[in-house]
């Protein structure tokens, strides 16, 4: 049972380029989430989605676009990358209702020159 | 809106002694409150959470957490720390009707010296 699998773990890039970060999970959870996490800031959120078919902005969205693709997956899209995006990204997995844990992806860390 | 604050950057304490990381919260209505644990380079793992009834809950390697709906805080536990225990630990808060959206704090590092 994999869990939450993200691709890629890293990922180098310049100023301006574009990349996608894929997230599938094998829990059969509703929702999904995107996290960025910032030496001492915690985790923000940037983007969920309760449920296949729908997603949110969360805390920190600008700069970044999100696809519900299926159930399993849940992807996030950098248009135009900026240093202030160097950052690790997480997505997780719940059930939808609320009182549920996330469950954690291993990270995916970005640096942009 | 909902916030966390974990006031302590780092926490050191020497492996057999009790250990606590505190947690303070603010949100509308009833709290649901969780745990997580940091081990370097990887996600993160769900520790404990608070839902309704008993305000001590236990959860997983040993550790337990007392809600306190007066002071709003949820402080981590454990009767006698290991050295395997030192990692990154948040606090996270999703308040009723706040949907599945989870606000996290800025986390402790807790060392556990021999």
Request: proline share 4%; with cysteine; hydrophobic share 30%.
């Amino acid at each position: 049972n994999a869990g939450v699998t993200q691709t890629p773990k890293f990922q180098v890039l310049k100023t301006g380029q574009s990349m996608t970060l894929q997230c599938a999970q094998d829990m059969n959870h509703n929702s999904m989430y995107w996290y960025r996490q910032d030496p001492g800031m915690g985790l923000r959120l940037i983007y969920y989605s309760a449920s296949e078919g729908t997603t949110d902005k969360g805390e920190v969205p600008n700069g970044y676009n999100v696809s519900r693709l299926n159930k399993r997956e849940f992807s996030l899209r950098l248009e135009s990358a900026a240093p202030s995006q160097t950052s690790v990204y997480f997505c997780a997995s719940s059930e939808t209702d609320g009182t549920g844990e996330l469950f954690f992806g291993e990270g995916s860390r970005l640096t942009v020159l | 809106a909902q916030s966390v604050a974990q006031p302590e950057d780092q926490v050191n304490v020497a492996e057999g002694n009790p250990l606590t990381v505190k947690c303070t919260y603010s949100v509308s209505g009833n709290p649901y409150l969780f745990w997580y644990v940091q081990y370097p380079n990887r996600g993160l793992q769900f520790l404990l959470k608070y839902i309704t009834g008993d305000n001590l809950v236990k959860g997983s390697y040993g550790f337990e957490a007392e809600f306190n709906k007066s002071q709003t805080s949820f402080h981590l536990k454990k009767p006698s720390a290991l050295v395997s225990d030192s990692a990154l630990y948040f606090c996270a808060v999703r308040g009723w009707g706040g949907g599945n959206k989870l606000t996290f704090g800025t986390g402790t590092q807790l060392k556990v010296e021999l």
